[in-house]
């Protein structure tokens, strides 16, 4: 069973900054990334990185948020700058181990508030 735990989330005021951490008790993944949710829609992708590297953001993230991984502590970032308020949500960090084996941290909250 593998364990993710989370951490970074918080209250920031727009145009400010906030870095998500996720650690995983793997050094062997197909994609490590973050997903966001707010209340009444469904989770959606923010930032995925890949075990060869290739990255993806959604759209209206592209220039702002920067996913990475130390891969000494087996951990994922998500550097988020100019945070708007419609980054708003819970942030999930997942690990996709193939095969249909995919695992969800514990959910972080993000608020982008004056």
């Known amino acids: 069973q593998l364990q993710l735990v989370e951490s970074g989330g918080g209250l920031v005021q727009p145009g400010g900054s906030l870095r998500l951490s996720c650690a995983a008790s793997?050094?062997?993944?197909?994609?490590e990334g973050w997903y966001r949710q707010v209340p009444g829609k469904e989770r959606e992708v923010v930032a995925v990185?890949?075990?060869?590297?290739?990255?993806y953001y959604t759209d209206s993230v592209k220039g702002r948020f920067t996913i990475s991984r130390d891969n000494a502590r087996n951990t994922v970032y998500l550097q988020m700058n100019n945070l708007k308020p419609e980054d708003t949500g819970v942030y999930y960090c997942?690990?996709?181990?193939?095969?249909?084996?995919?695992?969800w941290g514990q959910g972080t909250q993000v608020t982008v508030s004056s």
């Open positions: 997942n690990v996709d181990l193939g095969k249909s084996e995919s695992y």
């Open positions: 793997t050094s062997v993944f197909i994609s």
């Open positions: 990185i890949r075990y060869r590297g290739n990255i």
